[in-house]
């Protein structure tokens, strides 16, 4: 398992569209991906968790990924969350 500390830096957050991109990347992974903001977890490839979190830019998540491509799952998404969407 691995996991780090990550703030959003992109102007949308993970609202909608870049919430959508975002699950839809973690799901070409096999590993099992969450993300924790406070007090709220939630499942990284299901869009309705993730929008639960209410994660806008300047929000600290804490991103943990387990399983097989957990490196590699770890470093993109990470870097999703960190450069500007459309």
């Known amino acids: 398992m691995v996991q780090e500390k990550v703030v959003i830096t992109n102007e949308s957050g993970l609202h909608a569209r870049p919430a959508t991109a975002f699950t ?17 977890k939630a499942d990284a490839k ?16 804490l991103l943990t990924a387990d399983g097989p491509d957990e490196a590699d799952a770890l470093k993109v998404l990470k870097e999703f969350l960190t450069t500007e969407h459309d």
């Open 24 to 40: 839809q990347l973690a799901a070409k992974y096999q590993s099992k991906i969450s993300l924790e903001c406070g007090d709220k």
């Open 46 to 61: 299901s869009i309705l968790t993730v929008l639960t979190l209410g994660a806008t830019k300047g929000t600290e998540v």
